[in-house]
């Protein structure tokens, strides 16, 4: 990115493109950036990195292999929206089409805001927002997830609710160009607190390894329990003080600041292991 040029931003979410926190950022960032908006046509939540891709949808079945061809090939359908393009199609879906499809080709993708907070390093794999963000990593584009803990409130919620957390995007998408931020960073997790919350700074986090997911069968059926949301809603996390979650319960923004791909562990086991078989 050139820092004396405003950048050119690809937004897009998993609530869908109509959600509030997607227009609270739109508003923040066209203040400083170039913004395209390319975002699921409805709520697509906690689809986590899917792709459409090789899916019939609602509105065609014209996927094609050839064997022969360079590539696969399969149509996600979409429709003109006020902000930009309503995608029939995931956020990851909308992450490759911005950043291949269109031009110019953009210089940071921004994923948010959502309606709800996205803490821990189990959600990462889990969460759209996250997901597009880090699906931009892997096509080598930086970018910021943007997300604000809503736990706990009922009313429905307005783009104004989301008005900080759209300052803090585009804070960050202001002032990264010249800095090399993104030379070492594929792409940070942004959590800001309830609106209703005056936060008390920002904090550099790693992702919480604290999970407790449960499961029983009780009177014929399989029950899921997730023990962390009560926990979140009493204030009572054991998480480490370096977390991201521990962070946002304490009024602070949470940003954590990741890298592309996984991590590979170097182990003489299981080549001792193939080793004996094979």
């Given at each position: 990115m050139?820092?004396?040029?405003?950048?050119?931003v690809?937004?897009t979410?998993?609530d869908?493109?109509d959600?509030?926190?997607?227009?609270?950022?739109?508003d923040?960032?066209?203040?400083?950036?170039?913004?395209?908006?390319?975002?699921?046509d409805?709520?697509?939540?906690?689809?986590?990195?899917?792709?459409?891709?090789?899916r019939t949808?609602?509105?065609?079945?014209?996927f094609?292999?050839d064997?022969?061809?360079?590539?696969?090939?399969?149509?996600?359908?979409?429709?003109?929206h006020e902000?930009?393009?309503?995608?029939d199609?995931?956020p990851?879906?909308?992450?490759?089409?911005?950043v291949?499809?269109?031009e110019?080709?953009?210089?940071?993708?921004?994923?948010?805001?959502?309606?709800?907070?996205?803490?821990?390093?189990?959600?990462?794999?889990?969460?759209?927002?996250?997901?597009?963000?880090?699906?931009?990593?892997f096509?080598?584009?930086?970018?910021?997830?943007?997300?604000?803990?809503?736990?706990?409130?009922?009313?429905?919620?307005?783009?104004?609710?989301?008005?900080?957390?759209?300052e803090?995007?585009?804070?960050?998408?202001?002032?990264?160009?010249?800095?090399?931020?993104?030379?070492?960073?594929d792409?940070?997790?942004?959590n800001?607190?309830?609106?209703?919350?005056?936060?008390d700074?920002f904090e550099?986090?790693?992702?919480?390894?604290?999970?407790?997911?449960?499961?029983?069968?009780?009177?014929?059926?399989?029950?899921?329990?997730?023990?962390?949301?009560?926990?979140?809603?009493?204030?009572?996390?054991p998480d480490?003080?370096?977390?991201?979650?521990h962070?946002?319960l304490?009024?602070?923004?949470?940003?954590?600041?990741?890298?592309?791909?996984?991590?590979?562990?170097q182990?003489?086991?299981?080549?001792?292991?193939?080793?004996?078989?094979?």
């Amino acid at each position: 990115m050139d820092p004396n040029d405003a950048p050119h931003v690809l937004l897009t979410n998993d609530d869908g493109i109509d959600a509030p926190g997607l227009r609270a950022l739109y508003d923040a960032l066209t203040e400083v950036a170039t913004v395209t908006v390319i975002a699921p046509d409805r709520n697509r939540s906690a689809v986590g990195r899917s792709l459409s891709y090789g899916r019939t949808s609602s509105e065609s079945d014209d996927f094609s292999i050839d064997l022969e061809a360079d590539a696969f090939t399969s149509p996600v359908p979409h429709a003109d929206h006020e902000l930009g393009y309503a995608v029939d199609g995931t956020p990851c879906d909308c992450t490759i089409v911005g950043v291949n499809a269109l031009e110019p080709t953009p210089d940071l993708v921004v994923s948010g805001c959502n309606s709800g907070a996205n803490l821990g390093a189990y959600v990462f794999s889990r969460s759209g927002t996250v997901s597009a963000a880090m699906e931009a990593a892997f096509l080598g584009t930086p970018s910021i997830a943007v997300s604000m803990d809503t736990l706990g409130m009922e009313s429905e919620l307005e783009p104004e609710d989301f008005a900080h957390a759209g300052e803090i995007a585009a804070a960050l998408v202001e002032g990264s160009p010249g800095t090399g931020l993104f030379d070492r960073v594929d792409y940070l997790n942004v959590n800001v607190p309830r609106p209703d919350v005056d936060d008390d700074g920002f904090e550099l986090t790693r992702p919480t390894e604290v999970y407790e997911m449960d499961a029983a069968l009780e009177d014929g059926q399989f029950q899921l329990t997730n023990r962390l949301w009560q926990q979140m809603a009493n204030r009572d996390i054991p998480d480490p003080e370096d977390t991201d979650r521990h962070a946002l319960l304490e009024g602070q923004i949470s940003v954590s600041p990741m890298r592309v791909p996984y991590d590979v562990v170097q182990t003489d086991a299981v080549r001792t292991i193939l080793d004996d078989i094979l």
